[in-house]
């Protein structure tokens, strides 16, 4: 189907095995889920990952922080100049806290 943007939102799964993967060339890590650089990119230039596809199954909360984040990215990758007003409250390698 062709297309200019397609955006998954599929909670606490993590990513299937399924043949846009490889397609994209894109493996899961050892945890399962998709690896991303600093801004959020995958291996495979404009494709981006967030949430339970990029952390594994977590909060909801994490899952919103990352998405906002993501949009940042995206806008920034979209933008000529390279640059986004919107928030980005995490870093992909964000972790919580711990007592």
Known sequence: MPCDLVL???????????PLLPRLGLERNPKGSIGCGSDWQTDAPGVFVCGDAH??????????????????????YLDPAGSTDLPAPLHPNAVPLSA
């Not at 952390?55 to 920034?76: C, K, P």
Request: glycine share 12%.
């Open 55 to 76: 952390r594994g199954a977590s909060l909801i909360v994490w899952a919103i922080a990352e998405g906002r984040s993501v949009a940042a990215a995206v806008d920034r």
């Open 8 to 18: 998954f939102s599929i909670g606490f799964t993590g990513p299937d095995d399924m």
